[in-house]
Each structure stands twice: as structure tokens, then as C-alpha cells.
């Protein structure tokens, strides 16, 4: 199978977005490729189909499709090639601010991307007590949203992680069972909320019995530890998360511009 062929294939798999996505189509097109080529599902020398055949799989106008295209463009995820098409770079801007806020922030210790997989283990509802409503901007007792996942790295147990979310914000909030993987996109699309900034604090510690047999780690063993608040675009606090995971075979990376 050529590489335009494959490219098709993988595009077609989105579904169409239509009116019901909360974020402006153009830039909901550009998550989708982005995420894509950053995911590894659409590599490098790709050629991409037609922005007519993109705009009619998305369900989109070409207009939408052609700023979307000239974004990725820009950011260097793409290039265009005269009689070839858009093609998919194979350099992605891993640190761009504009990417920073979306994706799993460990890497291989060359600098690599790496790709996750996301379980989750554990899915609760329940009221928010003082800690958790006052970092979220909430009223004490509030409706939140508990969730708890293992990322994989290679099937291999990296992180894992406890999240917060205000239900009250998040009506029709999907059940465990229908939790998209990536929950920062899913938030974009369907509330038109955009994380825009994160607050950290990373401690280290010694690894809990909770750690150690999550994580398969062998005792004693050290973990880093990352508790932040993320923020939208209104500077409205959105998640709470505290993570714990190895950096045995990974590194987690940071960059300020």
C-alpha cells in the first residue's frame, strides 16, 4: 500500500464533526491531524488526501480544512510539495507551546516521543471537599468527577494518575466505559474548553505499596510525583491531577519559551 493510500486510510477514520463540536471547525480539523501525526498514526513522507476529499470526510468546507492545513504548515508539522500534496514533515514541535498543554509529557531519554496507552482503573462521583473546591473555583460539597488511570508505555506501567473535574462544568459527562483516551481533546470538542496553562508542583519520594504494585516497581524505589491545576482559556481551573510514575526508562520533559 502506497504511503498517499495510507494516509487516506488514516484521515478517514475520523468521524464528521459537523455542528455539534464546542471549538471552531477549522482548529477541531487541525487536532485531529495534529494528534495524528504526534499519536504516530499518520508518519513521516505521508501524503494526505485532497483538502476536498478532507473537508468532505470531515464533514467540513474546504475553507476550514485550507486554514487548518496552513496552521500545521506553519507549526512545521507539514509541508507542502509541488505535484506531491501536504505531506507530513516527520519533525514535530514537541515543546511549542501550542502542543505543550495537550500531550503525554514523557519522553525517551533521547528526547523522543512516546506514545501511551490510557486505562482506566477507577471512576468515581462525589462531592468535592475543601482542598479540591477551593483549587477548582468551586462551592465546598460541589459535584466532582473522579477519575483514576494507569498510562502504558509499550504495555509497560509508567504513571499513573488521579484526576478531579467539576461536574457542573461538564454536563453529560461520558461513563467510564465511553472515557475517551484524550481527555484534553474530548474537553476542546464537546465544552469548548481549551487548556491554555498548568500549574505544577513536582515533589520525589520514596514509591508507596500502591506505587510499587501499580507501577511493578521493585522496593525501595524512588517516583516522581506532579500535582497541578489546569486552567482554559478564561483562566478557569478545569482538572486537578496528581500524578505518580518512573523515570527508570523515561524522563518527564518541560520546556518555558
Not at 468535592?128 to 498510562?151: C, F, G, H, Y
Amino acid at each position: 500500500m502506497n504511503q498517499k493510500k495510507q494516509g487516506e486510510q488514516e484521515v478517514n477514520s475520523f468521524a464528521r464533526l459537523g455542528d455539534r463540536e464546542g471549538a471552531p471547525l477549522y482548529e477541531v480539523v487541525k487536532r485531529h491531524i495534529s494528534e495524528s501525526i504526534l499519536m504516530g498514526q499518520l508518519t513521516p513522507g505521508m501524503v494526505l488526501p485532497s483538502e476536498n476529499a478532507l473537508a468532505a470526510d470531515f464533514g467540513v468546507s474546504v475553507g476550514t480544512v485550507r486554514k487548518a492545513l496552513s496552521a500545521l504548515t506553519t507549526e512545521g508539522l507539514l509541508m507542502r510539495r509541488r505535484k506531491t500534496g501536504t505531506v507530513v514533515t516527520g519533525w514535530a514541535p514537541l515543546h511549542n507551546l501550542s502542543y505543550f498543554f495537550q500531550y503525554f509529557r514523557l519522553h525517551g531519554r533521547d528526547g523522543s516521543l512516546v506514545h501511551s496507552e490510557t486505562v482506566v482503573i477507577d471512576y468515581q462521583t462525589g462531592q468535592a471537599n475543601a482542598d479540591e473546591a477551593e483549587k477548582l473555583q468551586i462551592a465546598p460539597q460541589s459535584s466532582v468527577i473522579r477519575l483514576k488511570r494507569l498510562r502504558k508505555i509499550h504495555d509497560i506501567p509508567t504513571m499513573h494518575e488521579q484526576l478531579v473535574l467539576a461536574a457542573d462544568r461538564l454536563p453529560d459527562f461520558p461513563d467510564a466505559e465511553d472515557l475517551p483516551p484524550l481527555l484534553y481533546r474530548f474537553l476542546l470538542e464537546k465544552y469548548g474548553l481549551r487548556v491554555a496553562a498548568v500549574r505544577e508542583q513536582i515533589t520525589a519520594c520514596l514509591a508507596t505499596e500502591e506505587d510499587l504494585h501499580l507501577l511493578a516497581l521493585p522496593s525501595p524505589h524512588a517516583v516522581m510525583v506532579i500535582d497541578e491545576v489546569s486552567f482554559d482559556q478564561s483562566a478557569v481551573p478545569v482538572i486537578l491531577a496528581h500524578h505518580r510514575f518512573s523515570t527508570d526508562n523515561y524522563v518527564y520533559m518541560n520546556e518555558i519559551r
